[in-house]
Nanobody, 123 residues
């Protein structure tokens, strides 16, 4: 079992930046691809970004150029640096771990999930 714990969410104004962290324990972190998904009010779970076990990155069109996903295998942590935030980014953000070789964009492929952290962007 892999335990994932997100942190770093909060309430910010439009245009601000936040960095989310997802700390992993159990298993071997470096062997998993990691992803970030979000679920806004009245919406389903939406793909945000993913990073492969070898460092390749993938982004949703809505966040490309504003968000950056990274990982620090020595710290068993994946990050999501978010910039130029807008109210449309308001959501609960979840990180997940997935076995490499699966389609990173699909939430159903992920093996483990964190509980999520709330990001609220006011105008």
């Amino acid at each position: 079992q892999v335990l994932l714990v997100e942190s770093g969410g909060g309430l910010v104004q439009a245009g601000a930046s936040l960095r989310l962290s997802c700390a992993a324990s159990g298993g071997t972190f470096s062997r998993y691809a990691m992803g970030w998904f979000r679920q806004g009010p009245g919406k389903g779970r939406e793909f945000v970004a993913a990073i492969s076990d070898t460092g390749g990155t993938y982004y949703a069109d809505s966040v490309r150029g504003r968000f950056t996903i990274s990982r620090d295998n020595a710290k068993n942590t994946v990050y999501l640096q978010m910039s130029s935030l807008t109210p449309e980014d308001t959501a609960v953000y979840h990180c997940g771990a997935v076995t490499p070789g699966r389609w990173y964009r699909s939430a159903s492929n992920y093996n483990y999930w964190g509980q999520g952290t709330q990001v609220t962007v006011s105008s």
